[in-house]
T-cell receptor, first 115, second 117 residues
């Protein structure tokens, strides 16, 4: 069964460093998402991406964040200058096209720790 | 504004008990979608079910069942004859598509279910 994959599974970085989180969505899906979950808290939407551009973003997704689909398979989230409060689990998700509200399938997550 | 409330923070049951996880949602839109996801201790988010706002039929899948009631804006999840492997955090989520977008997921805070042997 197709699944979303994410690398790395864990990343430790120093405050102020740039990190890139990578995702390979399900191959025939058209919509891609990033969410984050601070430890013990709820899952929060960051950004959605369709047709090579951002379709929606939350207040969390400020200028420090960017997303890219550099080729036909990868979808990346870059944090330019990490802060302590960026420590969280980051989930990538993808969904097929359709009338709306299609199921989003999540990857296993990348646990980011900023020291 | 859209919101999902899962009032039960933690529930503990003994194996074979039935347990219901509550979910109340808020939206003014008439077209929306509701979801349940399971997050086991390993951390991944596993999709369980999706319902659209026009389909109030209850659904049963094995030991799992879902009760969708628009009159009370609730989408409750029942596990029958719970098992230790059901121990996880369960999230209810709402999606409201608009303007051609799929709609992002708005999650509740989750209910941590512990099933003891």
């Amino acid at each position: 069964e197709p699944e979303v994959t994410q690398t790395p599974s864990h990343q430790v970085t120093q405050m102020g460093q740039e990190v890139i989180l990578r995702c390979v969505p399900i191959s025939n899906h058209l919509y891609f998402y990033w969410y984050r979950q601070i430890l013990g808290q709820k899952v929060e939407f960051l950004v959605s991406f369709y047709n090579n551009e951002i379709s929606e973003k939350s207040e969390i997704f400020d200028d420090q964040f960017s997303v890219e689909r550099p080729d036909g398979s990868n979808f990346t989230l870059k944090i330019r200058s990490t802060k302590l409060e960026d420590s969280a689990m980051y989930f990538c998700a993808s969904s097929s096209g359709g009338v709306g509200g299609e199921t989003q399938y999540f990857g296993p997550g990348t646990r980011l720790l900023v020291l | 504004a859209q919101k999902v409330t899962q009032a039960q923070t933690e529930i503990s049951v003994v194996e074979k008990e039935d347990v219901t996880l509550d979910c109340v949602y808020e939206t003014r839109d008439t077209t929306y979608y509701l979801f349940w996801y399971k997050q086991p201790p390993s951390g991944e988010l596993v999709f369980l079910i999706r319902r659209n706002s026009f389909d109030e039929q209850n659904e049963i899948s094995g030991r799992y069942s879902w009760n969708f009631q628009k009159s009370t804006s609730s989408f409750n999840f029942t596990i029958t004859a719970s098992q230790v492997v059901d121990s996880a955090v369960y999230f209810c989520a709402l999606s409201v598509p608009y303007g051609g977008s799929q709609g992002n997921l708005i999650f509740g805070k989750g209910t941590k279910l512990s099933v003891k042997p």
